[in-house]
C-alpha cells in the first residue's frame, strides 16, 4: 500500500505561521481582515464560505461576508464591488467563482486590488505569478500543492512532473510554480492520448481533471506520487479524480477528501494577512 499524504499537518504548519504573523501584524497596529465575497447561493459556494468562515475563526482573523443575489446586475454589483475594494481596513478579498452567467467575470477580475487579490484572479497579478515577482500571491490550490510536496520531502529538482489540468486556476499556475523548482513538467489533460503511459513513468502527478475516480491503478506505478486535487461527488460523498484502488500501485497519494483541501485554505488565509503584513510595513 501507498502512503498517504494528509493535508492536516501540513495546513496544521501553515496556521502556526499565520499566527505568528498576525502577532506581528498587531504590533504595528494592523488588526488583519478579510472579506468574502459571494454572489448566489450555490451549495459548493455556502459549503466553501462555510469552511473559510471555520478557519478564520480558528485562527482569529477577522472577515466579512458580502452576499449578493444572483440576479445582480454588472453595474450594481460594479457599485458594491468598488465599494469593498476601497475600504482600508480589507486587506484580502475572496471572491468565489464562477459567477453567475450575467456578470462579466473577465472584467470584474481586473477590478479587484492587486494587493488584496489573495487568490490571483487580477491579470497584473496572474503575470507577475508568471514571471516570478514575489508580491503576487499564486493561486491557492496550485500554492497547496507545491506547500503538500515539500512538506512530504518529495524531491522537486530534476523531478519529472505530470499536470492533469490547464486551467489557470490550477493547471498552468502549477506548471510555472514547478519550474522554478527546477523540476521538468508535462501539462495534460481530458484529451491527452496514452494518459496512463504518461503518468506511469512520471515521478510525481497531480490531478485535477474534475471526473470522478477517473483515473484507477493502471495509470500509475511504483514510482508516482501522486496528489489530487479533483472535487467530485458520488451519491452526496466527496471523492477525488483517483480511484482509491491507486494507493495499491503508486508511491504515495493525497486522499479526497483530507488531503489538499485544508491546504488550500489556510493558504488563503496566509495570503490575507501576509497583505495586511505588507500593509503594515507600507
Aim: hydrophobic share 45%.
Amino acid at each position: 500500500m501507498s502512503m498517504e499524504l494528509r493535508g492536516t499537518p501540513v495546513a496544521e504548519k501553515i496556521r502556526a505561521g499565520i499566527a505568528e504573523k498576525m502577532a506581528m501584524c498587531r504590533m504595528k497596529g494592523v488588526e488583519p481582515l478579510m472579506a468574502i465575497v459571494r454572489v448566489g447561493d450555490r451549495s459548493d459556494d455556502v459549503a466553501y464560505e462555510i469552511q473559510v468562515r471555520h478557519r478564520c475563526e480558528k485562527v482569529g482573523l477577522a472577515y466579512k461576508v458580502y452576499a449578493f443575489p444572483a440576479d445582480i446586475t454588472q453595474a450594481r454589483f460594479e457599485v458594491e464591488f468598488s465599494i469593498i475594494n476601497a475600504d482600508p481596513d480589507i486587506h484580502g478579498i475572496l471572491l468565489f467563482r464562477p459567477l453567475p452567467p450575467s456578470l462579466d467575470e473577465d472584467f470584474i477580475s481586473s477590478l479587484i486590488d492587486p494587493e488584496k487579490d489573495i487568490d490571483c484572479m487580477n491579470p497584473k497579478n496572474l503575470s507577475g505569478m508568471f514571471l516570478g515577482r514575489e508580491d503576487a500571491f499564486p493561486p491557492c490550490t496550485s500554492e497547496a500543492v507545491m506547500e503538500m510536496l515539500k512538506y512530504y520531502e518529495v524531491p522537486l529538482e530534476g523531478a519529472n512532473a505530470v499536470v492533469v489540468n490547464r486551467s489557470m486556476v490550477l493547471g498552468k499556475p502549477l506548471a510555472m510554480l514547478l519550474l522554478q523548482e527546477n523540476a521538468t513538467v508535462t501539462v495534460c489533460h481530458s484529451r491527452t492520448k496514452n494518459l496512463p503511459s504518461i503518468l506511469k513513468n512520471a515521478d510525481i502527478v497531480v490531478s485535477g481533471i474534475g471526473k470522478a475516480r477517473y483515473l484507477d491503478k493502471t495509470c500509475f506505478s511504483k514510482k508516482n506520487t501522486v496528489i489530487d486535487v479533483g472535487i467530485n461527488f458520488i451519491d452526496g460523498r466527496m471523492t477525488g479524480d483517483v480511484d482509491p484502488n491507486a494507493a495499491e500501485v503508486a508511491a504515495a497519494v493525497s486522499p479526497v477528501p483530507g488531503g489538499v483541501g485544508s491546504v488550500t485554505t489556510m493558504i488563503l488565509l496566509r495570503h490575507a494577512v501576509d497583505a495586511a503584513w505588507r500593509k503594515a510595513n507600507g
